[in-house]
């Protein structure tokens, strides 16, 4: 599946590639299989995912899941930025505040452990 041809917003040579690193922590692992999951019947799954360039992402542009530490690691997943960017409280004891978030549409998703 050639991933340009999935945006219709702008050409595949404008569009930007963002790492959506994965932390347990900040991502829990049955979120990822239930997205997993949610691929496999649909052939996609959506689901925001936090950024800190929220103001060069925009819709068309490429989102890759990536797993940092220890292996397995490196890409386990290829979507799409579907919209704007948006600002969202994150319930979390360690960072009580307001988050960018991006909403990704995953069309490439597996167990990344």
Known sequence: MSYPSLID?????????F?????????????V???????????HAHEPCRIKAHRRAKAGDIALAFKQGKEPRGIF?????VG???QQQVLDANSPKRHWFAPV?????????
């Open 105 to 113: 549409r995953w069309d490439l998703l597996v167990d990344p452990v």
């Open 77 to 81: 997943g290829v979507g799409v930025i």
């Open 9 to 17: 917003e702008k050409p595949a040579a404008e569009a930007n590639f």
């Open 19 to 31: 790492w959506m690193t994965y932390k347990p922590e900040k991502w829990p692992l049955e979120e």
């Open 84 to 86: 704007a960017c948006f």
């Open 33 to 43: 299989l239930r997205l997993v999951a949610d691929l496999a019947e649909h052939g």
